[in-house]
């Protein structure tokens, strides 16, 4: 049997991974990054005080030691990993890397190198996005993706359900309408580019429509779950027989 030793600052434990949140209040149907009935295994949420979705798209400065401290606070809780519940998240990797001992994957588009090697470098990555304005070539450089590696963006701001609901707070949210539109957004950008390789999404709210974005494309679709499932995977290791 192992031996385990205390956490002063930990209420609980057993706790896989650690996410941080956006200030937001709204749904988060199942497969959302920010529902608990998404992983199989212990989750801890944290909401980083005033991170609104505009300054964390930015990047904002202000924020960083806040988003630091969070991280801190889950770290002090005992969590093997940390992820968020946004891909623009991504301004802080760096600097809550440096801030805790932990592995940090703060956004999706982390995952953008891993596909580029797994794809032929003929074949663009396509990314759909929550704000495609905001995911720029500073944005990508920081994910550690090659300067001439081809990804073909697409944002869901100008879809109507997305655009007017879920980037602002939002009471109600009808998954069935919000798959038409991302799905829609999918097959658009494999009409455009029909020689894509594979997807990603960037918002850790459109995971729940990734099967469906498979089954319209063809194509492997990479998301928040995907990294998050990784890192939980290989930080518990199972044994084997046989």
Partial sequence: MPVYTSQPSAEAGGF?????????????????????????????????PKATSARVFSGDPALEATVIEAAKALEAQGVKGISSDCGYFVNYQDAVAKAVKVPVYLSSLL???????????NRPIGVICANAGA???????????????????KGM???????SSVTGDCVQLDPEVLEVEVVGVAQRMMRERPELGAFLIECSMLPPYAKAIQDATGLPVFDFLTMIDYHERAAHRPGYDG
Avoid: H
């Fill in 16 to 48: 896989a991974v650690g996410i941080l949140l956006l200030d937001y209040k709204g749904p988060f149907v199942p497969g959302d990054v920010g529902n608990a009935t998404s992983y199989d295994y212990p989750v801890l949420f944290r909401t980083v």
């Fill in 111 to 121: 995952q953008l190198p891993f596909i580029s090697a797994c794809i032929g470098r």
């Fill in 135 to 153: 995911l720029g070539n500073r944005v990508l450089e920081m994910t550690g993706l090659a300067a001439e590696r081809e990804v073909f963006i």
């Fill in 157 to 163: 701001r100008e879809e109507p359900v997305f655009g």
